[in-house]
């Protein structure tokens, strides 16, 4: 499935029009952990090639899932979603491992306020496995703020990883960053009272 992009308003499908979108200024990135190059990186080709990521950090901009489905993002000038709500992502990086295109040990947090209700997410990879869900609704994984949303998909994570040998093992820097993560995300509860 192809990606799309919704930009100010506009429905972006083509590397042309993300071109037009960010203007004569903008920097569009390869994806190059798919073995994309910019030669790849024909107007009228589909935006697969572009890391979109990478090209939102690039110019400036914050990149959403968008609450129409997978595969379709919103690029946005704040950090206010601008779909659902407001928004936090906490995110732990990796290293590469062989030709492998993910990075591993991985991991990441997602929170979104929806109707006054914090939906929270979470992912994580070591070299033996992992899992993930979005911050969405229909996974009913819910708090009443931001914080406790945080904490509970690190407590979630946590008791997932710490399930499995393997992953317990392989996930010793992810377990590392969670304690990182509780320890400063219950100061900032508890001071909030």
């Known amino acids: 499935m192809c990606e799309e992009v919704i930009f100010r308003g506009s429905r972006i499908e083509t590397i042309g029009a993300l071109r037009d979108a960010l203007g004569s200024e903008g920097t569009i990135v390869a994806d190059s952990s798919c073995g994309y190059t910019d030669a790849d990186m024909?107007?009228?080709?589909?935006?697969?090639?572009?890391?979109?990521?990478?090209?939102?950090?690039?110019?400036?901009?914050?990149?959403?899932?968008?609450?129409?489905?997978?595969?379709?993002?919103?690029?946005?000038?704040?950090?206010?979603?601008?779909?659902?709500?407001?928004?936090?992502?906490?995110?732990?990086?990796?290293?590469?491992?062989?030709k492998c295109v993910l990075d591993v040990p991985r991991a990441s947090i997602e929170c979104q306020c929806i109707d006054?209700?914090?939906?929270?997410?979470?992912?994580?990879?070591?070299?033996?496995?992992?899992?993930?869900?979005?911050?969405?609704?229909?996974?009913?994984?819910?708090?009443d703020t931001k914080e406790e949303a945080i904490l509970a998909a690190a407590t979630y994570m946590?008791?997932?990883?710490?399930?499995?040998?393997?992953?317990?093992?392989?996930?010793?820097?992810?377990l590392r960053w969670l304690d990182e993560i509780e320890q400063t995300r219950q100061g900032e509860l508890f001071s909030e009272e």
């Open 42 to 98: 024909l107007p009228h080709e589909c935006l697969c090639p572009v890391d979109l990521r990478r090209t939102a950090e690039k110019n400036g901009l914050r990149l959403w899932p968008s609450c129409e489905g997978e595969g379709i993002w919103i690029m946005s000038d704040d950090d206010s979603h601008p779909d659902q709500g407001r928004y936090a992502r906490l995110e732990m990086g990796g290293r590469p491992i062989g």
């Open 116 to 143: 006054g209700v914090w939906y929270w997410g979470a992912s994580f990879m070591t070299t033996h496995g992992g899992e993930g869900f979005a911050a969405l609704p229909n996974w009913q994984h819910q708090a």
């Open 158 to 174: 946590r008791s997932r990883i710490e399930r499995s040998a393997l992953w317990k093992e392989h996930g010793e820097k992810v």
